[in-house]
């Protein structure tokens, strides 16, 4: 199987539904001398997607298959190596900062990828309730639209399951770097 890489970046990653105050915990967290964040980065979703079709082979982009060119532990060092240039950089920023902020709600969908990538990472997941959750995101759809941006409570209550589910398989692998908060 694949293997966590050995990287020892400090790096906080709070995730969450859409709307359930990943953004504001980040900027939270964020404002500690201790601690920088940005906007969500976004960009680790798009290597997960290269990773899952191009490495693995699930294809489901009619991306070109490089299980031949390269080993998934590999091209998983790759990538790992390529993101932690982005949070060294973010770190930078902040002359008194030893933890990079990352407050992309999505990544909720992609935590075992992220292990995968920084293996000493802390999750911090944000459980809002349901009805203010799916209040928020009625009230965000004419601005944003996605699929989180549905019209209908259905859709929406489907996307938060689905985003706890995720979230919370990371809890059981290292209970040690999930914490829950709601």
């Not at 969500?40 to 699930?58: A, C, T």
């Not at 932690?84 to 950089?89: G, L, Q, T």
């Not at 699929?147 to 689905?162: A, F, P, V, Y």
Request: glycine share 8%; proline share 3%.
């Amino acid at each position: 199987g694949i293997k966590p890489l050995s990287n020892d970046m400090n790096l906080i990653f709070v995730i969450g539904s859409p709307m359930s105050g990943t953004t504001a915990l980040g900027k939270v967290l964020g404002s500690h001398e201790s601690c920088v964040t940005a906007e969500e980065s976004l960009f680790l979703l798009s290597l997960w997607q290269d990773f899952s079709d191009r490495v693995l082979g699930n294809n489901r982009f009619s991306k070109i298959f490089l299980g031949a060119y390269t080993s998934p532990q590999k091209a998983l060092g790759y990538m790992g190596e390529y993101a932690s240039h982005f949070y060294n950089d973010l770190l930078d920023t902040k002359s008194s900062a030893k933890y990079a902020v990352d407050h992309t709600p999505w990544y909720g969908y992609i935590t075992d990828f992220i292990h995968l990538l920084f293996p000493n990472a802390i999750f911090v997941h944000i459980i809002r309730h349901q009805k203010d959750a799916i209040s928020s995101l009625k009230n965000t759809v004419k601005a944003t639209g996605g699929e989180w941006g549905q019209d209908n409570d259905e859709s929406r209550k489907k996307l938060r399951r689905l985003m706890i589910k995720e979230s919370k398989t990371i809890s059981f692998k290292k209970p040690a770097q999930y914490l829950e908060v709601s």
